[in-house]
């Protein structure tokens, strides 16, 4: 990008700082849970910048990935959640904020009664490159030809494919606080891949961070200040949900919105928003004559694959919609309708997507069902508990 300055290493340099020195311009007001806090170390909690609490989204016993993890405050609090049978990997490219987040990490094992977090470095637009051990490499092999350099990205590259720095489907939970609007714009929708590759299926991110209202324009974008404070790199707040559909995120929310904006630059306001998704779209689509009815209040709802579902109506599904419809973000206002007789996975065909989305009653009760029940003793009656008229 002519004229903008090298945004990373701005970036670099002063959060570096930021883990010798408190900075209250990188971060918004935050009120997180003092009783897991309790055990962080002052020096940790002065030097973290957020502007949410994705660690509210972690759930015991999984799995979570921290992006931008910095001096480790949200993996600390992830580590009590998740507790001794789950997982806390922190990702952060800065070395000064790594340090800081490792200096007390056996302390704070100590104090939680065991030690579940990991901190790696790394781009987290890049999770598959170890970039400690690519300069334990280039340590040991320094380059000193342009062979020596097409050597060494090929083992980078190599090495990323069979032995990454985070596994494909391996996190349950990817969270990140107030980090992705640092990523340069031509590396955010290899970002947001990343973030869908390592999840396992129904995994999902909850993402803390800053929008504006407006897009942010050139000269805003190429001052560096702006940039390292998370101001110029924000998405727009519609932009910044369209990432996630495009990643192939499903069920995409805005769980938190703050009213004020953090800071508003020439008119522009620039807010903390948290993001919750989910990753599970993929896969065949069969039919297994199931079908779901949207409860409401509203008279119709359209889904990220473009399925619309009319209130009290019910509609016809594959057997892959039917299980994310039936789950999280989306089962409280769904009744799941299976078929009086089950269809198994191994005896499915191909649901047909073109269909029309009204499911008839006797897809799923069978068309040769002709059962007639007698409701006494069943309601109403006085010997029944049961109440139903």
């Not at 010798?20 to 935050?30: D, G, I, Q, S, Y």
């Not at 997180?32 to 030097?47: N, T």
């Not at 302390?107 to 400690?132: H, M, P, S, Y």
């Not at 007639?372 to 008229?389: L, R």
Request: one cysteine or more; hydrophobic letters at 35%.
């Amino acid at each position: 990008m002519d004229g903008t300055p090298n945004l990373e290493q701005e970036v670099l340099k002063r959060y570096a700082e930021a883990s010798r020195k408190p900075e209250a311009a990188l971060c918004c007001p935050v009120t997180y849970d003092p009783k897991f806090l309790a055990v962080i170390p002052k020096e940790i909690l002065e030097r973290d910048y957020g502007c949410g609490d994705p660690s509210r989204y972690v759930r015991s016993g999984e799995t979570v990935l921290d992006l931008g993890s910095g001096g480790g405050k949200i993996c600390y609090i992830a580590s009590q959640i998740v507790g001794r049978k789950g997982k806390v990997i922190g990702i952060d490219f800065n070395p000064a904020m790594l340090k800081l987040a490792r200096k007390y990490q056996k302390a704070v094992a100590k104090r939680i009664g065991w030690d579940n977090v990991e901190f790696r470095r790394g781009r987290i637009q890049d999770l598959r490159t170890d970039l400690e051990a690519v300069e334990r490499r280039l340590t040991k092999s320094p380059i000193r030809s342009l062979e020596d350099l097409d050597d060494i990205q090929e083992s980078i590259r190599q090495a990323g494919l069979s032995k990454p720095l985070i596994a494909d489907g391996s996190i349950d939970t990817v969270i990140s606080n107030c980090v992705l609007n640092l990523v340069k714009p031509e590396d955010k929708p290899q970002l947001f891949r990343e973030m869908h590759r390592v999840l396992k299926c129904s995994g999902r991110v909850a993402i803390s961070d800053i929008v504006s209202d407006e897009p942010v324009p050139q000269n805003l974008r190429e001052d560096a200040t702006l940039w390292s404070g998370c101001i110029s790199g924000a998405y727009q707040e519609r932009e910044f949900l369209r990432a996630f559909e495009a990643a192939g995120f499903y069920g995409i929310a805005v769980d938190k919105r703050d009213a004020e904006p953090w800071q508003t630059v020439d008119g522009i306001e620039f807010r903390s928003v948290t993001v919750t998704a989910y990753k599970g779209k993929e896969g065949p689509c069969l039919e297994r004559n199931q079908a779901v009815v949207y409860k409401g209040p509203w008279s119709a709802v359209h889904d990220d694959d473009g399925h619309m579902l009319e209130r009290g109506v019910p509609a016809a599904v594959c057997d892959k919609t039917f299980r994310i419809y039936t789950s999280e973000p989306y089962a409280q206002d769904i009744v799941a309708i299976s078929p009086r007789v089950e269809i198994p996975l191994d005896k499915a065909g191909e649901f047909d997507c073109s269909r029309s989305a009204h499911r008839d009653p006797r897809e799923t009760k069978g068309l040769d069902y002709a059962a007639t029940t007698d409701p006494a003793g069943q309601c109403c009656a006085p010997e029944s508990n049961v109440k139903c008229c």
